[in-house]
């Protein structure tokens, strides 16, 4: 697994940056695809690889996370999403936010994929209770921080 081949080699996997041996890949069984990438070629991969990029040349790095919207996709990158809360790493992709503006703008026929976003939007508005109620316990201000309108985001 490669979580634990990063261990071995003294690399955190979710935030360390490393250029593996590919010898030591291949003898530790873990699948590796290479290949170039030439110029108005598109990769994409499947949630959950690990993956290095390397340029043979100049170039622009520009990358997107994106997926189809289906349940099973919903659930990888919600899974991903808790799995780095849980490590204390923060997301590339704000899942939460992204699933209150897909509740906002797309019309959900998939009633598996429509269950798991009200339960992850439930969930959101039980987290800001009990973190509110918490902030009350233990006399802190609660002062409404506001944005204009087409404010950027500080971090997504």
Not at 17 to 45: A, H, T
Request: charged fraction near 20%; include cysteine.
């Amino acid at each position: 697994n490669i979580s634990a081949f990063c261990d071995r080699h003294g690399v955190d996997y979710l935030t360390g940056s490393w250029w593996p041996i590919l010898e030591d890949l291949y003898q530790s069984n873990i699948p590796v695809y290479r290949f170039i990438q030439r110029p108005g070629d598109l990769v994409w991969i499947n949630a959950g690889t690990v993956h290095w990029v390397q340029a043979t040349g100049w170039c622009n790095n520009i990358a997107w996370n994106v997926g189809p919207l289906t349940a099973y996709q919903y659930q990888l990158a919600l899974e991903r999403y808790e799995w780095n809360e849980v490590k204390n790493v923060k997301s590339i992709v704000p899942m939460i936010h992204v699933s209150w503006n897909v509740a906002r703008t797309v019309k959900i026929s998939d009633s598996d994929l429509y269950k798991m976003i009200k339960y992850c939007l439930m969930q959101s508005i039980k987290h800001c209770q009990v973190q509110r109620e918490s902030l009350i316990r233990s006399g802190k201000k609660i002062a409404y921080q506001g944005r204009v309108k087409d404010e950027p985001a500080y971090y997504c």
